[in-house]
């Protein structure tokens, strides 16, 4: 079988697990702090905070911002449910905008025609997307938000290594939290760094990231320059306010470290793999490419567009290639139509998830398996031209 995605464990991260697991520490140990650091390195954070999934970064991310009810959030359709889920786990109610349909990123321009509609402060804040790798213009985004007064979360969990470049012709990387107040990753076993389950929130912002630190651990304070009341000792500790238990334990931090060391050489490798893709199906009739080529792009999906999508998915299922679609449009989602949403109201995404198809693409995945992919791809829209022609 080729799946859409997979992860890849070296005998290096076997050997970093194992360090852990015969160490002081299975959870809230020295690799938490370490793993943070080297992270927030790597996307030119300030600040990183480890925790159990890229959902419950979110939802923490949502805390710290202060969504409660009535406030009103922007995010894109063309995500998984937990970008905007967020909000909703803080009683907020969530907004759609429609795609740019060249690169399924949120459409700023429709953004600003929404939030015109209203009044300053109507919406509280954005939740960009990083689609497939895609980094988001968070320049735009930025001016756009410091316009009508909102806040940033960055759902970066697509694009570790991703970046856009700015106006001033510099690369400017996702999450580095330059214009974001936030940005959340998650390491899945099919992202680019795998730890099972995990995810990490990175900013520029202090404040925000000890706020962070004591909302994952139950909403605890021990450090005694952050106490309300006078240390009592070296034991004392405060629950401050109703926290969580998000914490990312070392065993999976050891292996996020050990992870994080081979990423950019992963990174290239999906780049390569991606520009193979793109000289495959620029001359294939049928087939369209979504954002090819773009600079920066992380590749965390290799989507393409076709007419016959379902016919292609099932086609491919028969030559043991698990392509995946990325995604039932969130605003279709049943619980989301409950709050109101329907069908036809972002045609771009709508026209959009009628046609994607995101085909296998990982580090691991071997010249000739693309090979074998590419031409089950041909095959199938050969045959579908004929029989409709």
């Known amino acids: 079988m080729i799946p859409y995605g997979r992860q890849h464990i070296t005998p290096d991260d076997e050997a970093a697990v194992l360090a852990a697991l015969r160490s002081d520490f299975l959870t809230q140990g020295p690799r938490v702090a370490e793993f943070e650091e080297k992270f927030a390195a790597y996307v030119g954070a300030k600040h ?15 805390l710290a911002l202060g969504v409660r009810p009535g406030q009103r959030v922007i995010t894109s359709p063309l995500t998984f449910a937990a970008s905007a889920n967020c909000v909703r786990y ?36 954005l939740i960009p997307v990083d689609f497939a790798g895609l980094a988001v213009d968070m320049e735009a985004t930025r001016a756009l938000a410091d316009e009508f007064g909102l806040w940033i979360i960055e759902d970066s969990c697509h694009a570790p290594g991703g970046f856009f470049v700015d106006s001033k012709g510099q690369q400017q990387l996702c999450g580095s939290g330059r214009f974001a107040d936030l940005a959340i990753f998650s390491f899945h076993p099919v992202k680019h760094i795998a730890t099972g389950e995990g995810g990490m929130i990175t900013t520029s912002n202090e404040k925000l990231a000890r706020h962070l630190r004591r909302l994952r651990t139950h909403g605890i304070e021990r450090e005694p320059a952050g106490l309300l009341r006078q240390d009592e000792g070296g034991w004392y500790m405060e629950m401050q306010e109703l926290g969580y238990n998000y914490r990312m334990p070392d065993v999976l931090c050891a292996l996020g ?7 950019d050489a992963n990174l290239a490798r999906r780049r390569e793999l991606a520009a193979r893709y793109d000289g495959a199906f620029a001359a294939l009739p049928g087939v369209a490419i979504l954002a090819p080529g773009r600079p920066g792009h992380a590749y965390h999906l290799y989507v393409i567009q076709v007419a016959n999508r379902r016919g292609l998915y099932d086609f491919l299922r028969t ?63 050969a045959q579908n031209t004929a029989v409709t022609a």
């Open 257 to 263: 470290i050990s992870q994080l060391s081979r990423a």
């Open 319 to 381: 030559k043991n290639i698990l392509a995946q679609v990325h995604y039932v449009p969130v605003h279709r989602m049943p619980y989301y139509e409950k709050l109101g949403w329907r069908a036809g109201d972002f045609p771009a995404v709508e026209a959009y998830y009628e046609r994607c198809l995101s085909l296998p693409l990982y580090p691991t995945l071997s010249d000739e398996e693309q090979a074998y992919v590419v031409r089950c791809v041909g095959e199938f829209e």
């Open 90 to 125: 803080c009683g907020g109610e969530v907004h759609f905008v429609d795609i740019d349909p060249a690169t399924g990123l949120l459409d700023l321009a429709a953004t600003r025609a929404l939030l015109e509609t209203h009044a300053r402060g109507h919406f509280s804040g």
């Open 48 to 62: 990183a905070v480890a925790v159990s999934n890229g959902t419950a970064a979110l939802h923490l991310c949502a």
